[in-house]
């Protein structure tokens, strides 16, 4: 039900948008965010926002760099991908679920899953 787009490869301080898109049931009072997975690393926190007006929660590691934002009337979410580093290349995942403002760095906390779209950053 969540569809993942726009991986690709791309060099250092280069950028890319990701997009997930929902399909099936309205995820417009869903939270929604993205993690990532590095090769030989656990999947981690990266970007979450939940309903439209809410201020948007980043890893210390992207902030200034990354920006999550979201259509509800697309049901999509997007991550915007600025001054992108080796260090960020891995496999980025959406996430949706009715997840409260506390626990959205989670994982556990959410339902439904895309697929991944891998993202390398090198030279």
């Known amino acids: 039900q969540l569809q993942a787009s726009g991986g690709g490869l791309v060099q250092p301080g280069g950028s890319l948008r990701l997009s997930c898109v929902a399909s099936?049931?309205?995820?417009?009072?869903?939270?929604m965010a993205w993690f990532r997975q590095a090769p030989g690393k656990e999947r981690e926190f990266v970007a979450g926002?939940?309903?439209?007006?809410?201020?948007?929660i980043y890893a210390d590691s992207v902030k200034g760099r990354f920006t999550i934002s979201r259509d509800n009337a697309k049901n999509t979410v997007y991550l915007q991908m600025n001054s992108l580093k080796p260090e960020d290349t891995a496999v980025y995942y959406c996430a949706a679920g009715r997840v409260i403002q506390s626990t959205m760095r989670d994982q556990s906390a959410y339902g439904y899953w895309g697929q991944g779209t891998q993202v390398t950053v090198s030279s």
């Open positions: 926002k939940r309903l439209l007006g809410a201020s948007p």
């Open positions: 099936g049931p309205t995820f417009s009072g869903y939270s």
